[in-house]
């Protein structure tokens, strides 16, 4: 009866919550182990995010690319005769391409330079599904007309603002007089602080090394009917091999693996959660140890009354997960709020996620029942001879 009655005391709570410092102290510990975790992802994830950001606003079905391409910070041209080839498949509505580069823009209020990405498209296609760079499309055709991301760094200057009070509103890129005549909403990324749009001709202008017949991106718009990866396949089929042709997705990809594999960035922040794992097992590993060596008498005198090492096991793996809990619960809502905090200062998409809080909250649940599995060593060797 005296163990069927034991079986109902929340033993694992009462050693929880028995001595309220080291309660605090734990859950201190997993937030601050699980904050580490969170912020680490967060920031990977808003890098992939952000890189992806410009390929999601592009009107286009299929992408012809230099095989050489990784990443739009630093692109590979080709030649624009691809893309005249590729527009005679059958399945092909239409084609546009974009230049894209780097270029020293010049604060219109401080004048101080700042590198920003600037995209060149032909104003008589839509390169861009954004509705504020088609409706100035007209606009751009004038030379040395420009649009301005508005979601870039605010070290570029408060052009949005300036252009309701200056018109027009004329700086600098790479040293040529330009107009900005409108904005658009894109958004910084880690390969770009800030992004403008511009005619081909301006483009060229702007960079005058450029030869108008090499492209870096070919965009390819088929008709509702055509099947993407049939109409892939036969532009592969018929194109020499000094191109790639991919779908969006592939696309994406593509720049996103650049910043995983071919850069430290993936790897330090994937050492980063790790390292956030590690801190959590040692933080709780010393509370579940210090908890079971406090109490080994006890434990001792349970076994004597016939309770073997399946049910202490179970008691520990209890104290394991309402750590956990416990401590999980702090660290989120902590990281949500340094969510903001880095997303105002960084301009990334960073914000908390489901998959991510999940995620965080599997690791924390392995983190403290993986101690609490090294812990039972210390509670296998308590010996009912303890007691005397």
Same mark, same amino acid.
């Given at each position: 009866?005296? &163990?069927?009655?034991?079986?109902?005391?929340?033993?694992?709570?009462?050693?929880?919550?028995?001595?309220?410092?080291?309660?605090?102290?734990?859950?201190?510990?997993?937030?601050?182990?699980?904050?580490?975790?969170?912020?680490?992802?967060?920031?990977?994830?808003?890098?992939?995010? /952000?890189?992806?950001?410009?390929?999601?606003?592009?009107?286009?079905?299929?992408?012809?690319?230099?095989?050489?391409?990784?990443?739009?910070?630093?692109?590979?041209?080709?030649?624009?005769?691809?893309?005249?080839?590729?527009?005679?498949?059958?399945?092909?509505?239409?084609?546009?391409?974009? !230049?894209?580069?780097?270029?020293?823009?010049?604060?219109?209020?401080?004048?101080?330079?700042?590198?920003?990405?600037?995209?060149?498209?032909?104003?008589?296609?839509?390169?861009?599904?954004?509705?504020?760079?088609?409706?100035?499309?007209?606009?751009?055709?004038?030379?040395?007309?420009?649009?301005?991301?508005?979601?870039?760094? &605010?070290?570029?200057?408060?052009?949005?603002?300036?252009?309701?009070?200056?018109?027009?509103?004329?700086?600098?890129?790479?040293?040529?007089?330009?107009?900005?005549?409108?904005?658009?909403?894109?958004?910084? /990324?880690?390969?770009?602080?800030?992004?403008?749009?511009? /005619?081909?001709?301006?483009?060229?202008?702007?960079?005058?090394?450029?030869? &108008?017949?090499?492209?870096?991106?070919?965009?390819?718009?088929?008709?509702?009917?055509?099947?993407?990866?049939?109409?892939?396949?036969?532009?592969?089929?018929?194109?020499?091999?000094?191109?790639?042709?991919?779908?969006?997705?592939?696309?994406?990809?593509?720049?996103?693996?650049?910043?995983?594999?071919?850069?430290?960035?993936?790897?330090?922040?994937?050492?980063?959660?790790?390292?956030?794992?590690?801190?959590?097992?040692?933080?709780?590993?010393?509370?579940?140890?210090?908890?079971?060596?406090?109490?080994?008498?006890?434990?001792?005198?349970?076994?004597?009354?016939? !309770?073997?090492?399946?049910?202490?096991?179970?008691?520990?793996?209890?104290?394991?997960?309402?750590?956990?809990?416990?401590?999980?619960?702090?660290?989120?809502?902590?990281?949500?709020?340094?969510?903001?905090?880095?997303?105002?200062?960084?301009?990334?998409?960073?914000?908390?996620?489901?998959?991510?809080?999940?995620?965080?909250?599997?690791?924390?649940?392995?983190?403290?029942?993986?101690?609490?599995?090294?812990?039972?060593?210390?509670?296998? /060797?308590?010996?009912?001879?303890?007691?005397?």
């Amino acid at each position: 009866m005296l &163990p069927n009655l034991f079986r109902k005391t929340p033993l694992a709570w009462f050693q929880v919550t028995r001595e309220k410092t080291r309660l605090l102290v734990a859950i201190a510990g997993i937030a601050f182990a699980d904050i580490l975790m969170f912020v680490q992802l967060g920031f990977k994830d808003a890098l992939f995010d /952000s890189a992806a950001v410009p390929y999601q606003t592009l009107q286009s079905d299929l992408f012809i690319v230099n095989p050489q391409f990784e990443t739009l910070f630093s692109t590979k041209t080709f030649s624009r005769e691809r893309l005249l080839q590729a527009a005679a498949i059958d399945d092909v509505e239409s084609i546009s391409w974009l !230049y894209i580069a780097i270029a020293q823009w010049r604060n219109p209020t401080t004048r101080t330079s700042r590198s920003i990405l600037v995209f060149g498209t032909d104003p008589a296609s839509r390169a861009f599904k954004l509705p504020e760079v088609n409706q100035h499309l007209s606009d751009l055709q004038q030379l040395n007309q420009v649009l301005f991301d508005q979601a870039g760094r &605010p070290e570029f200057g408060d052009i949005a603002t300036l252009l309701k009070t200056t018109s027009p509103l004329q700086t600098e890129v790479n040293d040529n007089l330009v107009r900005v005549t409108g904005v658009f909403t894109l958004g910084a /990324s880690f390969s770009a602080d800030g992004n403008v749009i511009t /005619s081909d001709s301006t483009f060229l202008r702007i960079f005058p090394d450029r030869q &108008p017949e090499d492209i870096d991106v070919g965009l390819i718009k088929l008709k509702p009917t055509a099947d993407i990866k049939q109409v892939q396949a036969a532009l592969k089929a018929s194109l020499p091999n000094d191109v790639l042709v991919m779908t969006l997705p592939e696309f994406a990809t593509r720049e996103k693996d650049y910043w995983a594999n071919a850069t430290p960035i993936g790897f330090i922040f994937t050492l980063g959660t790790v390292v956030g794992f590690i801190v959590g097992v040692v933080i709780v590993y010393q509370i579940l140890y210090s908890d079971v060596s406090d109490h080994l008498p006890e434990y001792a005198t349970l076994k004597a009354m016939g !309770y073997g090492d399946f049910y202490f096991v179970g008691v520990l793996i209890q104290e394991a997960l309402l750590l956990a809990i416990l401590g999980f619960l702090p660290g989120a809502v902590l990281a949500t709020g340094l969510y903001v905090l880095a997303q105002g200062a960084t301009m990334l998409p960073i914000a908390m996620t489901i998959e991510r809080a999940t995620n965080v909250f599997i690791l924390t649940v392995v983190m403290c029942v993986g101690s609490g599995v090294i812990a039972m060593r210390k509670l296998q /060797s308590a010996d009912p001879a303890d007691i005397f």
